[in-house]
């Protein structure tokens, strides 16, 4: 299946976001029937009501309510731990359960067709909305993200979940982990991601319940959760100074909210990745346009969260039980995990001494493909042109993190830029040279880019070169949750937007880190995200993203860098059409 594109890239609308305050809920276990018991080999799961009542608002100029009803699913005795891995393009999405048996873990292989991506459990919570009379108004099933917006429901809880704060929808996702903390409870509410319901001011009763399939496959009792809901329609022009659910207030970011520890699905980011600075829109305008190219990530956009401690694996831990011998740490050119993540704060001083590349674990930077492809136009900047916009990441499968610094010398317009290598315990033990920093100033951008991080090009049918997009320069920051599941992957980066990274105009250093498991997504909605078309042909080509084009930066495979997308151009000038095949499973344009 393909799919073809004549739309024109129109000026991106904001993001949005529908943030859920994490709660604490105080509930009592509802255990399972003794059958459910008997066959449940995981956690204990519940499904509990934050609240017996809640108040929901529909906006005049976003008709449609948001079903936040505050029902939470607990786990007790042990975690609920998935992992949703494909070993490919060409083979669908497998799932697992890990399940926690005194001390030990095992992986248990979940049905088949249990998930079609990594958005979470398709049609967990079923939703029933009556009226007044009794007459049913709504009846829908919505996704559920165990990562979704947590809170712990007793005092003696870990402090902190250990899973990812999202699941990520990034087209080209190969791994992601999703989980319930002991003790916590994880939001089935589906955030923006949901549709609105049409329902008129006034009071309803809604019940919500787990889907059979997944009571039956978790051990899950059935009984559902019962809040009265009342709906009041208020206009966004009222002038109280409050803003819809779906708006981001300027200088917050989609997702987390200035001061919010956890949130809710985030709603799709505009820019699913780099972008513009925030701005209070219409609810009307909250969502990201069709043709944005950004596939909607949850792992965008994230306040600032602590990074989380240095840990030892599960499998470490039951080693040195087993070996008191046994020592966490690294070998040359290895690593088992323990390695504790450098600050995020660059060096005061660029370093000095001889440069050294040693025998310690590295990055592995790979490309994904191309994606959110389309055709764009000048508009009044460059009337007359044709352009192929794209979006394009570039990740980190580890073992170990990207860590450059950037230093300026008083009075120079660029930084000079290194890459820096840690040992077992964290300590510096060598750096190379590795390029330079620049100055953006451009709308999207304004920030600190790292030269040379990747190249954009197109190549003929033959595969050799058509057009090279002018950007090569980047901001490292950890948008999207590609693969979790590799080794030392980071399910809590931090820097997960260019609020905390990429530095400003007048820095005098800067550091940037893309941590394992994470890529940089740059969607086509920035300048230089595009190739110049207008005297391109019609024919069959590929988009190719190459990481790391001049090998500056030390890796430990250089041989997996390159992804190429197919696409057909077509149509005439200032009519130019593109037409995206799928690539192997992935239909996506």
């Known amino acids: 299946m393909t799919t073809t594109r004549t739309i024109r890239l129109r000026r991106p609308l904001l993001a949005g976001t529908t943030a859920v305050a994490a709660m604490a809920v105080t509930v009592g276990f509802m255990a399972a029937t003794p059958e459910q018991a008997k066959a449940a080999t995981g956690p204990k799961l519940s499904l509990v009501a934050a609240t017996g009542s809640v108040t929901l608002t529909s906006w005049k100029e976003d008709p449609g309510v948001y079903l936040d009803l505050g029902t939470y699913l607990t786990a007790e005795g042990t975690p609920l731990e998935l992992k949703a891995t494909r070993k490919s393009y060409k083979d669908p999405v497998t799932l697992t359960q890990t399940v926690f048996e005194g001390g030990r873990t095992k992986a248990k292989t979940l049905p088949r067709g249990t998930v079609k991506d990594f958005s ?46 999202s699941c990520p929808t990034n087209p080209f996702t190969l791994g992601s982990v999703w989980g319930v903390e002991k003790g916590w409870a994880s939001n089935t509410y589906g955030g923006s991601y949901t549709q609105p319901v049409k329902l008129a001011a006034g009071t309803y009763t809604a019940k919500v319940r787990v889907a059979k399939k997944y009571r039956d496959l ?18 966004w022009q009222e002038g109280t100074g409050a803003t819809p659910a779906r708006s981001v207030a300027a200088g917050e970011h989609a997702g987390h909210a200035a001061g919010g520890e956890h949130a809710a699905h985030q709603a799709p980011a505009g820019h699913a990745g780099h972008g513009t600075g925030h701005a209070a829109v219409p609810p009307s305008q909250a969502g990201a346009p069709e043709t944005s190219g950004a596939g909607p990530s949850y792992n965008v956009g994230h306040g600032p969260l602590k990074a989380a401690p240095p840990a030892l694996p599960w499998a470490l831990k039951r080693q040195q039980a087993a070996r008191a011998d046994l020592r966490a740490g690294d070998t040359e050119g290895q690593t088992d995990g323990s390695r504790q993540a450098p600050a995020l704060a660059p060096r005061a001083q660029r370093p000095t001494g001889t440069p050294s590349v040693p025998n310690v674990p590295k990055p592995d930077l790979r490309s994904l493909p191309a994606y959110g492809i389309t055709i764009s136009d000048g508009g009044q900047d460059i009337p007359g042109k044709d352009y192929l916009a794209f979006s394009a990441n570039v990740w980190n499968a580890g073992p170990a993190q990207l860590v450059v610094d950037g230093f300026r010398s008083p009075g120079k317009a660029k930084m000079d830029a290194y890459q820096y290598f840690y040992d077992a315990r964290g300590k510096q033990v060598g750096y190379t040279p590795t390029g330079t920093m620049e100055w953006d100033p451009r709308p ?16 003929k049918a033959d595969k050799k070169e058509a057009v090279r997009s002018g950007k090569e320069a980047f901001c490292l920051a950890n948008t999207d949750a590609v693969d979790y599941t590799v080794k030392n992957a980071n399910w809590h980066p931090y820097n997960t937007d260019l609020a ?50 001049a090998k500056r930066l030390k890796e430990t495979n250089l041989d997996n860098n390159s992804a190429l997308r197919k696409v057909v151009l077509g149509g005439t000038p200032g009519r130019r059409t593109v037409t995206v095949p799928a690539h192997d499973l992935v239909n996506a344009n």
Do not use: M
């Open 500 to 549: 905390t990274a990429c530095g400003q105009e007048n820095s005098i250093s800067v550091r940037e880190v893309l941590d394992v498991g994470s890529g940089d997504t740059y969607t086509q909605d920035l300048p230089g995200q595009s190739f110049d078309i207008t005297d391109v042909p019609n024919g069959t080509y590929y988009i190719q993203v190459l990481a790391n084009p």
């Open 120 to 165: 979470g459990l398709p049609g967990f919570a079923e939703i029933t909305v009556t009226d007044g009379t009794g007459k049913v108004v709504v009846s829908r099933a919505e996704n559920f993200c165990p990562n979704n917006a947590s809170g712990r429901v007793r005092p003696d809880a870990p402090s902190t979940s250990k899973y990812p704060e």
């Open 444 to 459: 999207g951008h304004v920030h600190w880019h790292f030269t040379d991080f990747a190249s954009y090009r197109l190549l």
């Open 218 to 235: 978790f051990g899950i009792a059935d009984r559902p959760a019962t809040v009265k809901v009342t709906v009041q329609e208020r206009s």
